[in-house]
């Protein structure tokens, strides 16, 4: 049964491809006879002729692989589209270095390990961005003398971010 005139109405009036339109089987004697776009309209309200759903592109292979980066996973050298700056905003990472320092240098400070004057004066370099990091930190304040004797010979824990926790041993 030729019925591409029908079916090329129908897409018409439902406003989708001729191959989302679908006829009804038990009714193809109807649909043969109509041949004008109103007759197509009342087939298609009485669900003789109906449009099937556009298929989409399932979004389950991007859930699973966001799931897995999630979990720090498929992050590799192959992965990686932008520069190191790109992926790991440069500031962020400079204002988390300097917060680290200077909650570090007011520790020392709050536990008399350094003097007020040598305070300001330290603080001043973490600004600059003297210190690469806590520990280089440490290592100058050790090398110039600045820190107390008692907190160099670990009397004083500067740091309790190192301790341990007291638990039963091993």
Not at 39 to 58: F, H, M, N, T, Y
Request: charged share 35%.
């Amino acid at each position: 049964m030729m019925l591409g005139v029908q079916k090329r109405l129908a897409a018409g009036i439902l406003g989708c491809s001729k191959k989302r339109v679908v006829f009804s089987t038990e009714k193809l004697a109807d649909i043969k006879e109509a041949i004008t776009k109103a007759d197509i309209r009342a087939l298609i309200e009485q669900g003789v002729i109906r449009k099937v759903p556009a298929r989409g592109i399932s979004r389950s292979r991007i859930s699973n692989a966001n799931e897995q980066r999630k979990k720090d996973k498929r992050k590799g050298h192959g992965s990686r589209k932008g520069a190191a700056g790109a992926r790991t905003n440069k500031k962020s990472v400079w204002v988390a270095k300097v917060r680290l320092q200077r909650r570090f240098l007011k520790r020392l400070k709050t536990g008399k390990a350094i003097k007020a004057a040598e305070f300001v004066d330290i603080y001043r370099k973490i600004k600059g961005g003297f210190f690469r990091s806590r520990r280089h930190m440490q290592l100058y304040l050790t090398e110039k003398g600045i820190m107390n004797a008692a907190v160099q010979q670990g009397k004083e824990n500067p740091s309790p971010d190192k301790q341990q926790k007291s638990g039963g041993g091993n």
